[in-house]
């Protein structure tokens, strides 16, 4: 049984870091996904592709991996880069700002 063990990402929908503390140990679809010819809906008889299990650290979810035989890949996540500038938002109608602002 594969599976992968990672830290979410923030939505794209928002600039805020929730839910991205965790780490999840997701299990790998063992058969292809397949459309049910009546209603086109998308099905798989894998149950286990729709498990996904919550830990507070990566060390957690590997001791729970190899406790159950669980063949895991760790996938490190990507860093934030740091702010580009210091003022953000609030420097585009700053009094000292440097150059004219136009709308």
Do not use: C
């Not at 594969?2 to 140990?25: F, V």
């Not at 729709?50 to 035989?69: M, P, R, S």
Request: net charge positive.
């Amino acid at each position: 049984m594969r599976a992968r063990i990672y830290q979410p990402a923030k939505t794209a929908m928002s600039s805020g870091t929730a839910k991205t503390k965790g780490w999840t140990l997701e299990f790998a679809p063992a058969s292809a996904r397949s459309v049910d010819p009546l209603m086109g809906w998308t099905s798989s008889a894998d149950t286990q592709a729709q498990v996904k299990l919550q830990f507070d650290t990566k060390e957690d979810a590997i001791a729970y991996a190899k406790d159950n035989g669980i063949d895991a890949q760790v996938q490190e996540p990507n860093k934030r880069k740091p702010n580009i500038r210091a003022g953000g938002y609030g420097e585009n109608f700053a009094t000292g700002r440097r150059g004219a602002w136009t709308h």
